[in-house]
Structure formats: C-alpha cells, structure tokens
C-alpha cells in the first residue's frame, strides 16, 4: 500500500531551524514528482516547495525561497525539507505528496498524501 509518512517536526523559536523528512512506501517514490505543502488554521492548503524525479530541478514559495531546501534521496526513498531562518508565520502543518505529473506545484495535481507533521514556530 502506498504511503508517506513525515517525521522531523516540533516547537522551535524564530529563527531556529528544523528538517523535516518524509519516507515513502509501497512504489511511489521513485517515479513521482516529490513536494512540500503546508496549511496554517484557517487557511488552505499551499505549495512551499517541490523537486523532480531526478532531484535536478526545484521550485519554492516565493515566502520561503532562499531559507528553505528541498532535496531527496532516491537510495532511501526519502524527501527532506531543511528549513532555516524559522518565522512565527511559517506555523503550519506540513504535507509531503507525490505527483505522478513531470512537475506540479499545484495541490490538485498531488496524488498521494501523507499525514502531516507540525511545525510551531514562537516569536
């Protein structure tokens, strides 16, 4: 069965920083287009960063660029999001998905989704 489970998430201060990771399971790793969403209370769901098959390409939110990094270990079938520079508004729970797209930074597109862990993040 086909899951994707996260890890790495916690309470930090501004400025801290924290690596999420996200293994996956069941055949859906290798072939998929890899990404990170992220939803505050009260708001939708939104794309903070994505990587394709190879790890050759990325693309960020405008809102974490330059502080946040995606990468992936296809070895491992494992995701990464190192995330520096913390701010109280990157609070959310983060998603990890898989696409079967080329490249996606759509939530539409996302095919599987694991359940999320929580990052807090306190002035």
């Known amino acids: 069965q086909a899951q994707l489970v996260e890890s790495g998430g916690g309470l930090v201060q501004a400025g801290d920083s924290l690596r999420l990771s996200c293994r996956s399971s069941?055949?859906?790793?290798?072939?998929?287009?890899m990404g990170w969403f992220r939803q505050a209370p009260g708001k939708e769901r939104e794309f903070v960063a994505a990587i394709t098959r190879s790890g050759s390409s990325t693309d960020y939110a405008d809102s974490v660029r330059g502080r946040f990094t995606i990468s992936r270990d296809n070895a491992k079938n494992t995701l990464y999001l190192q995330m520096n520079s913390l701010k109280p508004e990157d609070t959310a729970v983060y998603y990890c998905?898989?696409?079967?797209?080329?490249?996606?930074?759509?939530?539409?597109?996302?095919?599987?989704w694991g359940q999320g862990t929580q990052v807090t993040v306190s002035s």
């Open positions: 069941g055949g859906i790793y290798g072939a998929y287009t």
């Open positions: 998905a898989a696409s079967r797209r080329t490249f996606s930074i759509v939530v539409s597109e996302y095919d599987y």
